[in-house]
């Protein structure tokens, strides 16, 4: 008897050593050794001691050993993403040396939401004006800036992350980037192998670090169903939901362990938690919810290349969705040179939060345009958007179909009305609107925006083909306005205010020309 219980716990302690091993490290800062250091395989959690070492086991096929960057400090990131991570593989023994970073409570966050090249051509465009423009707004602001790609580095083109990897360092600040769906190997089945590109290129898929007294989680909560794989090199046939795994979220209930309740915490994903209207969008949803129970969240994503903030008042989390910096695709640009709209009609560009303590302010900063560019009018009276102006080549089913699109756009309307396109509102905002010293009442519209239904789509089908579906413009649920006013050449002050007194003005004489060139 004595023999088999031998037997069976030397049989369970081999079964032990395959799935776990031991290893050890320290975390320093020069010559500063760092305690209580959080450090994970993405299962397992330890933290350092006081002389900055740290032992435990991990799992044997983990991936990576990585740290929970503690505030005040940053990893070596001349690569463009901080080394915070190192490969487990056929090591044992791990060494984080960190920077010191300034103004630990007072700093940057740019978000930047699905550059998503297709292309080593769109890839040159996303390297010129867009990164320019996130470098120069970087080198303006004030302390220490990181930045938060929300994922879709590439378009299923996964030579492109490299490529991503390496341009970013031009912007002069520290990445940490989201997975996106176009960022997975859809060449592979299921889901656990549609990853290694990202991990061995870009970074894990899911990690935390802290900044102040904000903690930061970034999370990968798209789950590839396609099995088998897909035979399109060109990643079509793809299939996923927005979800996380079990996984992710046992490994962030350990790491909020770590966290206090004062803490803000950020979440950063690609897919959205929420959609628009406030509903549940990913799976696991209510799981997430309870981890952030107790935290002041703040949930960043993008995916959909529109705009919109949603306060989930009743459960303190405010959703940011970020829009895109590539717009529709690359396409409106590549229609109208300059001009890359969203399919809200909101421009590409990227989000800049000014972080102090738990305070948290935020701006949409359109590339190539200053802050100021926050809203956009259109004088209804000038509008009319039929393929005969706007898609004269067009198939006579393209005209019909663009014309379906454009809707209550096509006929012509002269009652006065001019629709303002806010794209950054939230209930937060005030919004004046006077004529002759008047003000107006306005009122919210759910419509497409006119400018992307003739920058895209019509330049689709005056081009003899079709716009892709996705790519469409979007019916605006919660930032097109309309004011009536009084008279068809009256000039109209514009002054809108956000959530933290920034101002956003427009004087509007009227008429007002409606052209892509009038817009650009």
């Known amino acids: 008897m004595k023999r088999i219980l031998f037997i069976a716990l030397a049989f369970a302690a081999l079964c032990g050593s395959l799935e776990a091993r031991n290893v050890t490290g320290k975390v320093v800062s020069g010559s500063k050794k760092l305690s209580g250091v959080v450090v994970t395989d993405g299962t397992n959690f330890t933290q350092t001691k006081k002389n900055g070492t740290f032992s435990f086991d991990i799992k044997d096929d983990a991936d990576f050993v990585y740290i929970i960057t503690p505030s005040g400090y940053v990893a070596e990131w001349s690569s463009g993403v901080p080394a915070f991570y190192q490969s487990?593989?056929?090591?044992?023994?791990?060494?984080?040396?960190?920077?010191?970073?300034?103004?630990?409570?007072v700093y940057n966050i740019i978000a930047v939401g699905d550059p998503q090249?297709?292309?080593?051509?769109?890839?040159?465009?996303?390297?010129?004006v867009p990164l320019s423009d996130i470098a120069e707004t970087a080198a303006a602001l004030e302390g220490f800036t990181v930045g938060v790609p929300l994922g879709d580095v590439c378009y299923d083109k996964l030579h492109l992350q490299i490529r991503w990897k390496e341009e970013i360092v031009r912007a002069g600040v520290p990445f940490y980037p989201s997975i996106g769906n176009h960022d997975h190997d859809m060449m592979e089945a299921g889901d656990y192998d549609t990853v290694n590109p990202f991990k061995a290129k870009v970074a894990?898929?899911?990690?935390?670090?802290?900044?102040?007294?904000?903690?930061?989680?970034?999370?990968?909560?798209?789950?590839?169903?396609?099995?088998?794989?897909?035979?399109?090199?060109?990643?079509?046939?793809?299939s996923y939901k927005a979800s996380l795994t079990q996984e992710q979220l046992s490994w962030l209930k350990k790491d909020l362990s770590y966290v206090d309740k004062s803490k803000v915490l950020v979440l950063t994903m690609h897919a959205q938690m929420y959609n628009e209207t406030g509903s549940q969008n990913i799976t696991y949803c209510a799981d997430l919810e309870k981890l952030c129970n107790g935290y002041e969240t703040h949930v960043m994503s993008a995916h959909t290349h529109v705009i919109w903030n949603n306060d989930i008042a009743a459960k303190n989390i405010f959703h940011h969705n970020s829009g895109a910096v590539c717009g529709t695709w690359w396409w409106t640009g590549y229609y109208t040179s300059g001009l890359y709209l969203c399919k809200d009609g909101s421009p590409a560009g990227y989000y800049v939060y000014d972080m102090n303590g738990t305070d948290v302010k935020w701006r949409f900063k359109p590339t190539g345009k200053d802050f100021q560019n926050a809203f956009?009018?259109?004088?209804?009276?000038?509008?009319?958007?039929?393929?005969?102006?706007?898609?004269?080549?067009a198939t006579s089913s393209g005209a019909t179909a663009f014309e379906k699109s454009a809707s209550t756009w096509v006929a012509s309307d002269k009652n006065n009305y001019v629709y303002f396109n806010v794209f950054d509102y939230n209930t937060s905002w005030t919004i004046e609107v006077t004529e002759n010293g008047k003000k107006l009442s306005h009122e919210v519209v759910k419509v497409k925006d006119p400018l992307h239904l003739v920058a895209y789509e019509a330049q689709r089908y005056n081009a003899g083909s079709s716009p892709t579906g996705d790519f469409t413009a979007r019916t605006v649920s919660s930032h097109i306005f309309r004011v009536k006013a009084s008279s068809a050449t009256s000039t109209l002050e514009f002054k809108l205010t956000d959530g933290f007194g920034n101002v956003y003005t427009e004087t509007?004489?009227?008429p007002k020309k409606f052209s892509i060139a009038a817009y650009k």
């Open 88 to 105: 487990a593989e056929g090591k044992t023994e791990f060494v984080f040396d960190l920077l010191q970073t300034t103004s630990p409570e």
């Open 117 to 128: 090249p297709r292309s080593d051509e769109q890839f040159e465009e996303f390297a010129g």
């Open 204 to 238: 894990p898929t899911y990690y935390s670090f802290n900044i102040g007294n904000v903690h930061y989680v970034v999370l990968d909560n798209i789950l590839c169903t396609n099995t088998p794989a897909t035979s399109e090199k060109d990643g079509s046939g793809r």
């Open 376 to 393: 956009r009018t259109y004088d209804r009276n000038e509008i009319v958007l039929s393929a005969k102006n706007f898609a004269p080549k």
């Open 508 to 510: 509007m004489t009227r």
